[in-house]
């Protein structure tokens, strides 16, 4: 199994650009994430999908959107892309049955190291 | 969601026992304590987690008192390869796992 898989691992992008960040996950988890990390910082999550068909807004939404595409991959994209955008962008999966109380393991990807010019 | 206070670096001597405390005032009944690991240039990486008293894998312990408001992440006797930033996670998230990373810990272990 190859876990989580990020595309691409290094992007340089000029301000106002755009391009979508790739994720996928051969685990068959129905739970999708997107983070940041900025330098010296936490993860901050950007958007997540509890479930397939569903996405929904995380701490810091503003400049992304989301694709649950299938049950496997979920995609990130930046319409206009700036310098705020520079950051360590991870993925992460995580099998999550609805009710169920408790918090279920999540599984990161490698990280996209994008930079905005 | 329940806020995590944690320190922001530590230091250790390989070999010795690492005790890094999380302190969450604000738990709620159905909040889990998570800890997570992260080596630069990866993501986090699953450590350990916790409703009460004592669980111990074969990474780590974690010790949480009744009261629930803090909990210790013990590691035995570290290496070299355990420098990396420790977070400490509180939440139920309602089945989904919309959840907070703070600052974490940064892990420094010496020769």
């Known amino acids: 199994n190859a876990g989580v898989t990020q595309t691409p691992k290094f992007q340089v992008l000029k301000t106002g650009q755009s391009m979508t960040l790739q994720c996928a996950q051969d685990?068959?988890?129905?739970?999708m994430y997107w983070y940041r990390q900025d330098p010296g910082m936490g993860l901050r999550l950007i958007y997540y999908s509890a479930s397939e068909g569903t996405t929904d807004k995380g701490e810091v939404p503003n400049g992304y959107n989301v694709s649950r595409l299938n049950k496997r991959e979920f995609s990130l994209r930046l319409e206009s892309a700036a310098p705020s955008q520079t950051s360590v962008y991870f993925c992460a999966s995580s099998e999550v049955q609805t009710g169920t109380l408790g918090f279920s393991e999540q599984y990161f990807g490698p990280g996209t190291r994008l930079t905005v010019t | 969601l329940a806020k995590t206070t944690q320190p922001i670096s530590m230091d250790s001597y390989e070999g010795q026992e690492v005790n890094i405390t999380c302190s969450h005032n604000?738990?709620?009944?159905?909040?889990?304590i998570t800890w997570y690991q992260q080596f630069p240039s990866q993501g986090p990486r699953f450590i350990i987690q916790g409703y009460k008293t004592k669980v111990t894998n074969e990474v780590a312990s974690l010790f949480i008192p009744a009261d629930r408001k803090s909990s210790t992440l013990s590691l035995p006797r570290v290496s070299l390869s355990d420098t990396a930033v420790y977070y400490c996670l509180v939440d139920d998230s309602g089945g989904y796992q919309k959840v907070t990373f703070g600052t974490g810990t940064k892990l420094q272990v010496i020769p």
């Open positions: 685990m068959n988890h129905n739970s």
């Open positions: 604000n738990i709620a009944t159905n909040d889990y």
